[in-house]
């Protein structure tokens, strides 16, 4: 067991041993010096705060994009992390930087650095593309309140043309150094603020709480970060497990798409994007781009909100959860870990190893569709997600339809699948079900939406999804109205 956390801050290894598990990796940054990361939202909207992680993956160092302001320091353990001190080696600006500056890229200049460290970030991306939307998708995560971001954008397509800079030719020998920090152990130790706890192992992580059942589990912080900078709640103890092995695994077989409990939305979303290609396509509207570097699959379902995007588009396609318990297993459907506002079938010491998804029987046609005021970067008003399956004849033999924002868990509207299950697919059944929909949920209104509006839209993407199942072209994307996820 190690009583400390290892990371390299640029060049420099840097060990800690009095971390509090509520300490951010953005104060300890500007308390070293580093005020070129800035503060701005301190919520992970603005990207005002945005520096770069390395980590090994699959034998080579990748680069990503986070929000330092919600980055647990504890979370670090392992990897390099890069500010904008570091970009320009010597008197020699990054391509980034030069082309930021030739292309009046920057004019008060508080998220310029946020902005070039997404846009490095990017440059070392597997398949960068100087296309647009590609570009937009990769700064998602930085908003800028003065230049406009059309000559940002042109600076980013400059810098992929450029060749390499001192920083990017220095990577290789990254992984020698990151090798070193890959010691195999736990690392536990308590602090006057708390205690912190990064398992190597699951069996490590449940004997961890099984002697502490009382312990927060953090895997990528997006939630519980704001807990920090928002509500100011501590944090007295917290086992970190994104960085966990037995927590990172992507597997495939007959069972189905199975993916552990530290994979984040990036890491899982070409696999998700093969095996259900709406859902992959509905990750892109996730967060921004260095939210879903460290937001991960299960942990949207694990804290239990209402308003996730993952939950529902899970459960339209049958998952079932993965819950371990010391020795103890258990497996669920995934809608039934749901109880209440704020209360998950989730026993004292147990935690959730991953989610299985199951391949989609023949004839099942998927559809999730993201309702919110922006497209990125937004929380749903309503998120509606639909897997009917049909026999030879048009009937439907199984209707899952599942939906968030409707109700005070992610839920299935049980009365609608009701009135289509054993009917033909038709636009008689599909009327009785968009009225059984009125029976299923009682929504709220609130800032994102009322109730009448989401009772409405809950209809209305249930006719959606029926007319694109047939064959036919939306008429809300006729009239130029919804984006199609």
Same mark, same amino acid.
């Given at each position: 067991m190690r009583e400390s956390i290892r990371f390299y801050l640029g060049e420099r290894l840097v060990t800690l041993t009095e971390v509090a598990p509520d300490q951010t990796l953005l104060d300890w940054l500007r308390h070293e010096g580093r005020t070129g990361t800035k503060e701005g939202c301190n919520e992970g909207d603005c990207g005002a705060c945005t520096v770069i992680v390395v980590r090994l993956r699959h034998g080579k160092p990748m680069v990503k994009a986070v929000n330092a302001c919600i980055q647990l320091l504890p979370m670090l353990d392992g990897a390099a992390v890069f500010t904008i001190e @570091?970009? &320009?080696?010597? +008197? *020699?600006?990054?391509?980034?930087? #030069?082309?930021?500056?030739?292309? +009046?890229? *920057?004019?008060?200049?508080?998220?310029?650095?946020?902005?070039?460290?997404?846009?490095?970030?990017? !440059?070392?991306? #597997?398949?960068?593309?100087? @296309?647009? $939307? *590609?570009? +937009?998708? =990769?700064?998602?995560?930085?908003?800028? !309140?003065? $230049?406009?971001?059309?000559?940002?954008? !042109?600076?980013?397509?400059?810098?992929? *043309? &450029?060749? @390499?800079? =001192?920083? #990017? $030719?220095?990577?290789?020998?990254? %992984?020698? %150094?990151?090798? $070193?920090?890959?010691?195999?152990?736990?690392?536990?130790f308590e602090t006057t603020r708390g205690a912190v706890f990064l398992p190597s192992s699951t069996e490590a992580l449940a004997q961890y709480l099984q002697a502490h059942p009382e312990t927060l589990i953090v895997a990528g912080a997006t939630d519980v970060g704001l807990w920090v900078t928002k509500a100011m709640r501590p944090l007295p103890r917290v086992a970190f497990i994104g960085q966990c092995p037995d927590l990172m695994l992507i597997e495939r077989s007959a069972d189905g798409l199975s993916i552990g409990a530290g994979v984040t939305y990036d890491a899982a979303s070409e696999a998700l994007s093969g095996w259900l290609p709406d859902f992959g396509r509905l990750i892109g509207r996730i967060g921004s781009t260095p939210i879903r570097n460290s937001a991960t699959l299960c942990g949207n379902i694990a804290n239990g909100s209402p308003i996730g995007d993952g939950p529902p588009a899970l459960i339209a396609a049958g998952a079932l959860l993965h819950l371990r318990s010391g020795d103890q297993k258990r497996t669920l459907p995934l809608e039934a870990y749901f109880l209440a506002y704020g209360e998950q079938d989730r026993r004292d010491g147990e935690f959730v190893e991953g989610v299985t998804i199951p391949p989609l029987a023949e004839g099942t046609f998927y559809r999730s569709y993201k309702i919110s005021k922006r497209f990125d970067q937004d929380i749903s008003a309503v998120l509606g997600a639909f897997a009917v399956r049909l026999d030879e004849t048009g009937s439907v033999l199984e209707a899952r339809l599942a939906f968030g924002g409707m109700a005070a868990t992610p839920c299935r509207a049980s009365r609608a699948e009701a009135a289509l299950v054993g009917s033909r697919w038709d636009a008689a059944s599909l009327d009785r079900a968009r009225l059984a929909l009125a029976d299923d949920f009682s929504p709220l209104s609130d800032m994102r939406a009322s109730a009448w509006y989401r009772q409405t839209v809950a209809a209305n993407l249930l006719t959606r999804f029926f007319e694109e199942s047939r064959g036919e072209t939306s008429r809300l994307e006729k009239a130029g109205g919804l984006v199609h996820v």
């Open positions: @570091d970009i &320009a080696v010597g +008197n *020699a600006l990054h391509p980034v930087q #030069e082309a930021m500056i030739g292309l +009046n890229g *920057a004019q008060c200049g508080f998220c310029t650095p946020g902005f070039v460290m997404s846009m490095v970030a990017y !440059r070392n991306a #597997e398949q960068p593309s100087d @296309d647009d $939307t *590609a570009i +937009n998708t =990769a700064l998602s995560g930085n908003l800028c !309140r003065c $230049t406009g971001y059309a000559p940002i954008v !042109r600076a980013m397509k400059q810098a992929l *043309a &450029a060749p @390499d800079s =001192a920083f #990017e $030719t220095a990577l290789p020998a990254l %992984k020698a %150094k990151l090798l $070193t920090l890959q010691d195999g152990q736990d690392v536990q």
